[in-house]
């Protein structure tokens, strides 16, 4: 005959929690009387630890604990309390919900639904964790409320994708794509292309903005198999390419001018001479301060010709 059970058990609210000096939780049950009954070690199940808050001084509900007795010995366990459960909302069978008391209304929480094994962290009601298969996502809201415009990011077997109120972005098959809320845009991606056009054209990026501006000393366009236009941007090469291209418009026409309105002049011992009447010199000054530097030549107004 087995021997008969030494255990017997009983169920109060814990009044009060509190560590030993030996860090061990005790559990104060209700009792009987205003006094109450000496604590009881807590022993939550494997894996778990908590601590049950006290009960409610208006309603009197508290957590409510499991007693068991062993002779002289005792030990206790902390129940699911009566006031967080109607926050845990009703659960597929076989999910598991570990929860933080915190007193508030939406409580942090970490559950494993039982349906769909979708594993989820929540902070409160706007800020989350959520796993699913091949998905891990980030949520929480613009200002931090539950009715707040929402922002998450979710990475998946496919790519990334995140939005919030102020733009949007995903990298995925279909390429990388970033969209800003005013409108401004960039996208890069690759195309399918048919036969017979060649697969230099298979890719794609473009950037689209009401002011688009590029620093760069050298910007080239073109692939590298065909000729391309190489543009220069720096602002010394723009400044220089300028002054150059209003010099050669100028001294064209001076040229002309000088050539024809030439007057010869008493012959020297290097040969005759010719008088320009000035005309070089204007293009030439204009060159030299639009190049901002001291003046490259300082043209005479009577040059001898060998």
């Known amino acids: 005959m087995p021997p008969s059970n030494p255990f017997s058990f009983d169920l109060y609210l814990c009044r009060v929690s509190e560590f030993n000096p030996d860090s061990f939780l005790l559990c104060q049950p209700d009792g009987y009387s205003d006094e109450g009954s000496d604590p ?65 209304a939406v409580i942090p929480l970490i559950s494993i639904d039982g349906d769909s094994g979708l594993i989820r962290l929540r902070r409160d009601e706007a800020t989350e964790v959520i796993v699913d ?4 996502s980030l949520y929480t809201t613009e200002d931090k409320t539950e009715t707040g415009r929402p922002v998450f990011f ?14 949007r972005a995903s990298f995925n098959s279909r390429g990388f794509h970033v969209k800003e809320h005013g409108g401004a845009r960039l996208d890069i991606g690759s195309l399918t292309m048919p036969s017979p056009i060649p697969s230099s054209f298979s890719t794609y990026a473009t950037l689209q903005a009401a002011i688009v501006s590029l620093r760069a000393g050298i910007v080239s366009l073109g692939p590298d198999t065909l000729p391309r236009d190489v543009i220069a941007l720096a602002t010394p090469i723009v400044a220089m390419a300028t002054a150059l291209a209003a010099f050669c418009e100028a001294i064209v026409p001076a040229i002309a001018t000088a050539v024809v309105g030439c007057v010869p002049v008493t012959p020297g011992p290097g040969g005759p001479s010719v008088v320009f009447a000035g005309t070089m010199a204007a ?14 030549l300082t043209p005479s107004k009577s040059t001898s010709s060998s």
Do not use: H
């Not at 298969?133 to 891990?136: E, F, N, S």
């Not at 979710?154 to 733009?167: K, Q």
């Not at 293009?283 to 490259?296: E, I, R, T």
């Open 40 to 104: 009881i070690e807590a022993l939550p199940p494997g894996g778990t630890w908590y601590r049950p808050r006290d009960p409610d001084p208006e309603t009197g509900i508290g957590c409510p604990m499991l007693a068991v007795y062993d002779g002289g010995k005792s030990w206790t366990m902390p129940l699911l309390d009566t006031r967080v459960a109607p926050k845990l909302g009703e659960l597929p069978k076989g999910s598991f919900v570990a929860y933080g008391d915190t007193g508030a």
């Open 154 to 167: 979710t990475v998946r077997d496919d790519g990334f994708a995140w939005e919030a109120p102020f733009g």
């Open 133 to 136: 298969r091949g998905a891990v």
């Open 283 to 296: 293009p030439l000054a204009a060159l030299s301060a639009a190049l901002g530097a001291v003046p490259l």
